[in-house]
């Protein structure tokens, strides 16, 4: 089993190391295996080798579906003019969303990964709040379906293709049989799972504490013949069932164009998911159990300080300390 941590090529997390070997110095400190990356800009001053990358997280668009099926009256709802969806996608159709996954593609093939996480999942920005979701579970699965297959029409890109579960319409883990037609039906030889435990959690508001959420996990897996589809491990928590609740049964509303209230709801989102370490004497279990190939620690954080005291934290329940 390889262990990584999540960054990204974005200002906020390149300006934290000074040089390639800088970043190799502190993935030794913490006897991690590499990276994975999500691009978010040009890494200018080659912070990030490709032998630091293991896997790839790709981009993700929030509400796509009903671009992708040609639903302008809940296209419009959302995004309220062309001008934001030509913004966000590039394009008004499919073609603009298939383009733009194979230029990230494209982008994040010089770090020759070997895998790469695609989100399934849809929600707007109202039902970030709500919860009650414009899409069902069947047809973002149906989407994700059609999205993949013409993303990776060309099976040598070698890559294994990792599905990623969200707590938002779409692949939930809930569902074992949504799983599996996702699965058999995308058209490319390698695909599996990288299951969110964090996301996993936040499918369940009753949670109250990290033995609870462990239970529920337990309780979602048990529901699978055998766990040998489920390839990489996102590690994280937050227990933040109260809280999504309390939104839920007294929803704020957020008003502007599309990327003000995009803006206006992020503070929200990352309340109910703030990816912190899940620290708990039986996550080494919950590993074996799962047996992944991959173990991510993902976590969010402002600073390099604050992201190898997290880390720190999140390793101490396997009894390993850093160096």
């Given amino acids: 089993m390889k262990k990584l941590m999540n960054m990204t090529t974005t200002h906020f997390d390149l300006p934290r190391y000074s040089s390639n070997a800088d970043l190799k110095q502190a993935l030794r400190k913490f006897d991690l295996d590499g990276l994975e990356l999500m691009a978010g800009g040009t890494d200018e001053r080659g912070i990030v080798a490709a032998d630091d990358v293991v896997g790839v997280h790709l981009k993700y668009f929030h509400h796509w579906v009903s671009i992708w099926n040609g639903d302008v009256p809940t296209a419009l709802a959302e995004y309220r003019d062309w001008d934001a969806v030509q913004e966000v996608f590039g394009g008004r159709d499919q073609q603009a969303i298939v383009a733009t996954f194979q230029e990230n593609i494209a982008f994040l093939n010089r770090y020759h990964p070997e895998y790469a996480v695609m989100h399934v999942s849809d929600v707007t920005i109202e039902s970030c709040i709500t919860r009650q979701h414009v899409c069902t579970d069947e047809e973002v699965i149906t989407a994700q379906i059609e ?109 502007g164009d599309y990327q003000t209230r995009a803006l206006a709801v992020l503070g929200h989102v990352l309340k109910v998911d703030s990816h912190q370490p899940f620290v708990s004497d039986r996550i080494p279990a919950l590993i074996d159990y799962i047996n992944p190939e991959y173990l991510v620690f993902e976590l969010i954080t402002s600073s390099r300080e604050e992201h190898e005291r997290l880390l720190a934290e999140q390793i101490s329940c396997f009894n390993t300390s850093p160096s």
């Fill in 147 to 255: 999205l993949a297959n013409q993303v990776f029409s060309d099976p040598g890109w070698g890559v294994t293709l990792l599905f990623e579960n969200l707590f938002w319409s779409g692949l939930t883990m809930e569902r074992p049989e949504l799983v599996d037609r996702l699965l058999q039906s995308v058209d490319y030889p390698n695909c599996g799972v990288m299951l969110d435990v964090g996301h996993l959690l936040h499918t369940n508001l009753a949670l109250r504490s990290l033995d609870e959420g462990i239970d529920y996990i337990y309780q979602v897996l048990s529901r699978y013949d055998n766990l040998d589809f489920i390839k990489g491990v996102h590690l994280h928590q937050s227990l933040s069932g109260e809280y999504a609740k309390s939104v839920i049964d007294r929803p704020f509303t957020v008003s």
